[in-house]
């Protein structure tokens, strides 16, 4: 079945530590999407890659950086800098940046310990 | 950024309608976007609208007014299954979305 897989679902982070969180498609979708989302807030966009080995910036990109090296896979590491990590992450893709919808991930929840 | 508004709460009935209201500023505008999300699952794509007027499908439906600002979801014969969080979001002119804090609705029996 084509989709959007996001692995783990649930991630725990020590202080300090850089953790990675896996988003991977076999949509053929040339865009792909990170947001954040915390309690009572709609998402926020993190990055962004409208085709591999490009990405932008989002709305909160600090403290997070993202790679593209395949069509299929967008990759999203927290890293130390972000002193606020405890979220529910979505991935996104969609066939292209003007496509009708996006479609998400399962998500992956992070946590600090 | 975009500053978009929706109601927090909304209660109906089992087999009743509600409509979910959303107001909108952005600098372009490339289409406006429903979303369902329940609770701790990833959200499921309702409806898009780009051009004015009513689309209809099935019991959900969307409107819109780009001159306004202004977008509504309406859902018909409400189910229990349909208790869960409305999201809008609209794509910016760099094709960028932005979502609202989404509506929580919650179905009686």
């Known amino acids: 079945d084509g989709g959007i897989t996001q692995s783990p679902k649930y991630l725990f982070r020590k202080e300090g530590q850089n953790v990675t969180l896996s988003c991977e498609q076999n949509?053929?979708?040339?865009?792909m999407y990170w947001y954040r989302q915390d309690p009572g807030q709609g998402l926020r966009l993190i990055y962004y890659s409208q085709i591999v080995n490009d990405f932008q910036k989002g709305d909160i990109a600090e403290g997070y950086s993202v790679s593209r090296e395949k069509k299929e896979s967008f990759p999203l590491t927290v890293t130390s800098a972000q002193k606020n990590p405890t979220a529910f992450y979505l991935c996104?893709?969609?066939?292209?940046?003007?496509?009708?919808?996006?479609?998400f991930g399962d998500g992956t929840r992070l946590s600090i310990l | 950024g975009q500053n978009i508004d929706q109601p927090t709460e909304m209660t109906a009935t089992e087999g009743a309608i509600v409509q979910i209201n959303c107001t909108y500023q952005t600098s372009g505008f490339n289409g406006l976007f429903w979303y369902q999300q329940h609770a701790g699952e990833a959200p499921t794509f309702l409806s898009y609208?780009?051009?004015?007027g009513l689309e209809e499908k099935g019991r959900f439906s969307s409107f819109l007014s780009r001159s306004k600002g202004y977008s509504y979801l309406l859902l018909k014969e409400l189910q229990m299954k349909d208790s869960a969080s409305y999201l809008c979001a609209v794509r910016d002119g760099d094709y960028k979305l932005s979502f609202g804090a989404g509506t929580t609705v919650t179905v009686r029996a």
């Open positions: 949509l053929n979708h040339d865009a």
């Open positions: 609208n780009v051009l004015d």
């Open positions: 996104a893709s969609s066939i292209s940046q003007s496509a009708k919808a996006q479609h």
